[in-house]
Structures are given as structure tokens and as C-alpha cells.
């Protein structure tokens, strides 16, 4: 079982739609978990981090963990074609292990 | 504030051949951290360095990579001799130290490939 895992998508959603991806990790990841947007051929851009069960919302994007399950989720409300990229979800304290990401699709 | 910067964006050499990587973090950022990303796979963790000292160097995959951070400022990644499965995008990434939660934020990244 990889540490963390994501499905590599893509995931298509029309613009004003809510798009939400998902994330499953191990028992060897721990601690804090986040989601980075990558835009082709640019690095990853931290979009949020969560470490407590439960939601944290920061403008159009929410973030959910459910340690019991070991998923982690990121809400994507009122998707706009500039939200068409991968997502990374990473967890872990300094050594964060990464997904293969999650392409998204928003749709004009 | 300028971020993390890498050089150069896109190195291209033959096997058996040397190259070295540079990264500098953003300023003040005192933990280092180089990842790679082979293609098709995903991100992974090469070494951390705590300014000066590599903290942890789990994911370095053989010797023939060598890290440095002289002076606790800039590092440079050095792979010698350069085999074909080194291919890759080799990323930086930079964080404060002790502010909770580790959020590193990366650099562009240098595309690798060698023939």
C-alpha cells in the first residue's frame, strides 16, 4: 500500500461546480497534511495544511481530515477554469510523502 | 519577499557525467529540504538539512548524490556520476524553523535529463 494515495484523475467539474478531492494515507504518515496546486512545468503552491480532525476553510477552499479513516479531502467551491491543475496532497512532519496528485479539469 | 529559487531550470547531460543543482531558500528559512520527481511517479523526499547539518538523509538514493548547505545559506545537490534513472525534475522546497506546522514552500524545480 503506498503511504499516500490519490486518484490521478482526471476529475472533470463545470466552472461554478464544487470539485472535491480526495486522499488516503497510512499508518506511516502523520502529523500535518497538505494540499499543494501544480500548475504544468511550475512547482507546487501550498493551498493548505490541517492537522486537527475536522474542517478548515479559507476562501473558496476547505481542507477535511478524518483521522479515524485516514483520508484527507480538499473542497474546491465555485471552481473556476484557473482552478484546472494537479492537486498534491502531502502529509508528514518535515519529511512530507506525497500522492501522484489529482488532475483537475474545470470545464467553461 | 523573493522565494525559493533554483539554477539552473533545465540541465541536460550524458551519462557518466557531473551536475550540480543550486538552490536558495527563501531568506530566514533555516530548514532545507531537496525532493525529486521521476516521471509517471510522485514527489520524493530526498534529504533535509536544519541550517548547516543534514537532519535527515533517508531518501538520498545511493552515494553518487552528494548535498551541501556551507554556511547554513544556499545548497547545491551534486550527482556524480549521472545515471539514466536520475532523469527528473529535482525540487527545493524551504521552511521557517519551529513554527508549528512544517509549511515548506517550494522552488521551480530543475528538470534533469540525462542521456
Known amino acids: 500500500q503506498k503511504e499516500v494515495e490519490q486518484n490521478s484523475g482526471p476529475l472533470s467539474v463545470p466552472e461554478g461546480a464544487i470539485a472535491s478531492l480526495n486522499c488516503t494515507y497510512s499508518d506511516r504518515v502523520s502529523q500535518s497534511f497538505f494540499w499543494y496546486r501544480q500548475y504544468s512545468g511550475k512547482s507546487p503552491e501550498l493551498i493548505m495544511s490541517i492537522y486537527s480532525n475536522g474542517d478548515k476553510e479559507d476562501g473558496r477552499f476547505t481542507a477535511q481530515l478524518n483521522k479515524a479513516s485516514q483520508y484527507v479531502s480538499l473542497l474546491i467551491r465555485d471552481s473556476q477554469p484557473s482552478d484546472s491543475a494537479t492537486y498534491l496532497c502531502g502529509g508528514g512532519y518535515q519529511k512530507v510523502t506525497f500522492g501522484t496528485g489529482t488532475k483537475l479539469q474545470v470545464i467553461p | 519577499e523573493a522565494g525559493v529559487t533554483q539554477f539552473p531550470s533545465h540541465s541536460v547531460i550524458e551519462k557518466g557525467q557531473t551536475v550540480t543543482l543550486r538552490c536558495d531558500p527563501i531568506s530566514g528559512h533555516d530548514n532545507l529540504y531537496w525532493y525529486r520527481r521521476v516521471m509517471g511517479k510522485e514527489i520524493k523526499f530526498l534529504l533535509h538539512?536544519?541550517?548547516?547539518?543534514?537532519?535527515?538523509e533517508s531518501g538520498m538514493p545511493n552515494n553518487r548524490f552528494l548535498a551541501e548547505r556551507t554556511g547554513g545559506t544556499y545548497s547545491t545537490l551534486k550527482v556524480q556520476p549521472a545515471e539514466l534513472e536520475d532523469s527528473g525534475v529535482y525540487f527545493c522546497?524551504?521552511?521557517?524553523?519551529?513554527?508549528?506546522?512544517?509549511?515548506?514552500?517550494f522552488g521551480p524545480g530543475t528538470r534533469l535529463t540525462v542521456l
Open positions: 538539512f536544519v541550517k548547516e547539518s543534514k537532519q535527515d
Open positions: 522546497a524551504s521552511s521557517q524553523l519551529g513554527q508549528g506546522i512544517d509549511t515548506q514552500y
